[in-house]
């Protein structure tokens, strides 16, 4: 009943997906990952399934067995308004449900596609429980690199954060150098989530000498020249061009408003002298931790019923599940603005994703004819982290070559069973907390150069913290989602309190330690 009178409001919980593949054991968790179809049992007395039916209704199993096509066990039967229907045993096709729940896992096999939500979770680190809002999260995260030089070059589909919203992720992959025609990339899983990849390319694109190519922001790709760095760049603490001038990670950044969250900023930049041509504007960036919060936040509020919000959500399909970024899109992305001729500014574009790991470079063409000497970023204070900033010339268009990876590697050896799986697009490959997998791509033969940018597709489900499985405050949850912006101001004065901290939290609290 409680449910019902919000609508659509659904947020991610503890997810463990049971699919192929298998990982590191969790203190505190047990769970087997299996394509086998013999059974899941409970074996404690303490544990339990809740088993989300696509009507709205919910069985709680106190023992069960999931087949090859039906879960059967005894339980409770509860109405879409939570009342009792029936008591005692229940065999139901497994098609009949959007989301399972439960506290534990236990050991067993698990029927192909069964999604298992884990509630409770007792491996939260020290910092981490300082800030739960701080903790570590991501999507995949790409590594290249070795012998003590590993590096972070992308992160995969990072505003995916339900089975709804799986969508396509492309990366730039400025820092990886193949050997030997040949391309390896470690993807790790470091938070406690679950990750669903269903492919991760690399994407080869031909690139003559003194270019460089750049994803378009249309689907395509285009070759680059002319790279001019801004004359000036005036932002509130005065000139900042010197930061932006090379793409080196030494990053602009601001501190969020201590009123309003969404309160923009402005960056004026100038450019001496516009290369030649079409034109587009580069920009090298990532997010702060802002949208981190907001999302951990969210998840605190729903507490004991974020399961039963999500299997809401996954019941609405796109349209709901939306609705969870709502906050982060108030926020909005890094606007391109020109003169517009009369004394003021007009807005030609916007550029940048979701995601505080790794920086993404994004290419916007400018409107043929324009005066690019003078371009303002308006973007959202204390949100946004910007590398690189320059102007480009446009060349011609151009064809990427899709690798798929032609191994794939756990602990030095070869595993066959995930390459298959990323190989193949009707499936998904589950990666848990501890995860990690070393993909190798070979490129084409030739003597040719390669842009190279990483496709990854997939999406990833968060585990809830014991700190946020509290009271629900689903009114407050409901505000949240309809009015972001009024949201965003009653939130300011609790983000800017644990600021100034949230990096050292958050980097210190990966599951997985890394080189950054």
Request: hydrophobic letters at 45%; one cysteine or more; aromatic letters at 6%.
């Amino acid at each position: 009943m409680r449910n019902k009178s919000i609508p659509g409001l659904s947020l991610l919980l503890a997810v463990l997906l049971v699919a192929e593949g298998c990982a590191p054991r969790i203190p505190g968790l047990e769970r087997t990952s299996t394509t086998e179809a013999s059974a899941v049992r409970a074996d404690d007395e303490d544990t339990w399934l809740k088993a989300h039916y696509r009507d709205g209704r919910v069985a709680i199993f106190d023992s069960w067995q999931v087949r090859q096509r039906t879960v059967e066990g005894d339980g409770v039967l509860l109405g879409a308004d939570r009342d009792t229907l029936a008591v005692g045993p229940f065999v139901v096709p497994l098609d009949s449900f959007v989301l399972f729940e439960t506290d534990r896992l236990t050991p067993g096999r698990s029927a192909p596609g069964l999604t298992v939500m884990t509630v409770v979770i007792g491996v939260v680190g020290f910092l981490c429980a300082l800030n739960p809002k701080a903790c570590f999260g991501s999507c995949p995260t790409f590594y290249a690199g070795g012998d003590g030089d590993e590096h972070l070059v992308a992160e995969g589909f990072s505003s995916s954060v339900t089975p709804t919203l799986e969508a396509t992720d492309l990366d730039a992959l400025w820092r990886v150098r193949p050997v030997d025609g040949v391309v390896v990339l470690q993807m790790k899983n470091e938070a406690l989530e679950t990750h669903a990849i269903r492919h991760a390319d690399l994407l080869a694109v031909p690139r003559g000498p003194g270019e460089r190519v750049l994803a378009d922001g249309a689907g395509g790709f285009r070759a680059v020249g002319g790279l001019t760095a801004p004359a000036a760049g005036l932002a509130a603490e005065g000139d900042i061009a010197e930061l932006l001038r090379a793409p080196d990670a030494r990053e602009r950044t601001s501190l969020a408003d201590s009123f309003d969250l969404a309160t923009r900023e402005v960056i004026d930049l100038r450019f001496a002298a516009p290369p030649a041509g079409d034109l587009g504007l580069v920009v090298r960036s990532r997010q702060s931790l802002m949208s981190t919060y907001l999302f951990y936040h969210s998840l605190s509020l729903l507490g004991a019923e974020a399961g039963s919000c999500l299997a809401v959500l996954e019941r609405g399909g796109l349209g709901g599940a939306r609705s969870l970024l709502n906050p982060s899109v108030e926020l909005g992305l890094i606007e391109v603005q020109l003169p517009d001729g009369a004394g003021g500014w007009r807005t030609v574009g916007e550029v940048g994703e979701t995601g505080p790991l790794a920086l993404n470079v994004h290419l916007l063409p400018l409107p043929a004819g324009c005066d690019a000497s003078r371009v303002r970023l308006r973007l959202t204070r204390g949100h946004w982290r910007l590398d690189w900033v320059a102007l480009a010339t446009l060349g011609e268009a151009r064809a990427a070559v899709r690798l798929s990876p032609s191994a794939a590697l756990r602990d030095g050896f070869d595993d066959p069973e995930t390459l298959d799986i990323l190989r193949d697009p009707a499936r998904v490959l589950a990666a848990l907390p501890g995860d990690e997998v070393s993909l190798v791509y070979e490129l084409p033969p030739g003597d040719g150069d390669w842009e190279l940018f990483l496709e990854a597709r997939g999406w990833y489900l968060e585990w809830m913290r014991q700190e946020w499985l509290g009271a629900p405050d689903l009114a407050a949850a409901s505000r949240l989602l309809s009015d972001p912006a009024g949201s965003l101001r009653r939130l300011a004065p609790a983000y800017k309190s644990v600021e100034p901290g949230m990096e050292e939290i958050f980097w210190g609290s990966r599951y997985v330690r890394a080189t950054r």
